[in-house]
């Protein structure tokens, strides 16, 4: 079964434009990532962003979350968040991916 994660982070009053550039400016990490098999991240509202990324198993979910993005992401938190991140691991029950 593939699993996932689904990320909310709220930014800071002033840093949305800062977060949408640094969410934009991740995905080359995610591509050199082997474990991650989709990501995706997205703007909900003016201060809300997301990041939704699949896994083939938990090992992938694991070094997602010891990787390059998780790190250069939290070492930014203080900035450029309102509150800690919201991660929440979940389980993919179907999926239609390209291919």
Do not use: C, Y
Request: proline share 6%; charged share 25%; net charge negative.
């Amino acid at each position: 079964m593939a699993v996932a994660l689904s990320v909310t982070l709220r930014a800071r009053p002033g840093k949305e434009e800062e977060l949408a550039a640094f969410l934009a400016g991740a995905q080359p990490l995610a591509v050199q990532e082997s474990g991650t098999v989709s990501w995706f991240s997205f703007r909900v509202d003016a201060r809300t962003f997301g990041i939704f990324e699949s896994f083939n198993d938990e090992t992938g979910r694991q070094a997602h979350l010891s990787g390059a993005i998780a790190k250069a992401l939290l070492g930014r938190a203080d900035e450029l968040l309102s509150e800690p991140p919201d991660i929440r691991p979940v389980d993919i029950l179907a999926e239609k991916l390209p291919g």
